[in-house]
């Protein structure tokens, strides 16, 4: 499986304003995901990050709020923008490779807004 | 879309015992469940995985089974350890280019020493 990262891997931060989460991948994969995890809750998909054009958004999740990057074969990009306490969650990006079903999560980052 | 249920929600066994969780899905076209553990903390794991050709597959104390017509898959865990305690999701999918992986909601399993 491939090596993920994230960072940063958690943040404290103020209502209103936005973080960016990185997510790195130590070789070329074909998906990358994007899920979101509330406190004690399931994995929720935000978005599918497509390589070279706009991300595919699940319903409830728009582009306004999350904007997704994803320049490369090996990293994208999630912000939570104009942050409400409710975003508070964990944010765990995924891969999966060209013929794979199996997705491989990152460590997550942990956000708490105040 | 895909609709995955789960149950338990919690689970508490004796060390030793088995621990089964069940799962039903919606979309009979769905081919592909994998499993997942989340320890506290940490991220979800891929444990182990069925596609819809097979009936049962084993790896040492855990096993998955499927039963395709009733639409419904289990993971079942043998010899329970404390470090087999953690959060559990079950998972469906249509495995053809990529499609939406649907999580169940999650089994909490406490294992007691």
């Known amino acids: 499986s491939a090596v993920i990262s994230q960072k940063p891997s958690r943040d404290i931060c103020q209502r209103g304003t936005s973080l960016t989460i990185q997510c790195q991948v130590d070789s070329q994969v074909t998906m990358m995901f994007w899920y979101r995890q509330q406190p004690g809750q399931s994995l929720t998909l935000i978005a599918t990050a497509n390589q070279g054009s706009e991300a595919t958004y699940e319903s409830g999740f728009v582009i306004d709020k999350f904007p997704i990057s994803r320049p490369n074969l090996t990293f994208s990009t999630l912000t939570v923008s104009n942050m409400s306490p409710e975003d508070s969650s964990i944010y765990l990006c995924?891969?999966?490779?060209?013929?794979?079903?199996?997705?491989?999560f990152g460590p997550g980052t942990r956000l708490l807004v105040l | 879309g895909e609709n995955v249920e789960q149950h338990p929600s919690t689970l508490s066994v004796q060390e030793g015992d088995s621990a089964v969780i069940k799962c039903t899905y919606s979309d009979s076209a769905s081919n592909y469940f994998p499993w997942y553990k989340q320890e506290l903390g940490k991220r979800p794991q891929l444990i182990i995985d069925i596609r819809s050709n097979v009936g049962e597959k084993k790896d040492q104390r855990i096993a998955v089974t499927l039963n395709k017509t009733a639409k419904h898959f289990s993971l079942h865990i043998t010899e329970t350890q404390p470090e087999d305690s953690a959060v559990y999701f079950c998972a469906a999918t249509l495995a053809a280019g990529y499609q939406k992986v649907t999580f169940g909601t999650g089994t909490k399993l406490q294992v007691i020493p």
């Open positions: 995924s891969v999966s490779r060209d013929q794979e079903e199996t997705q491989y």
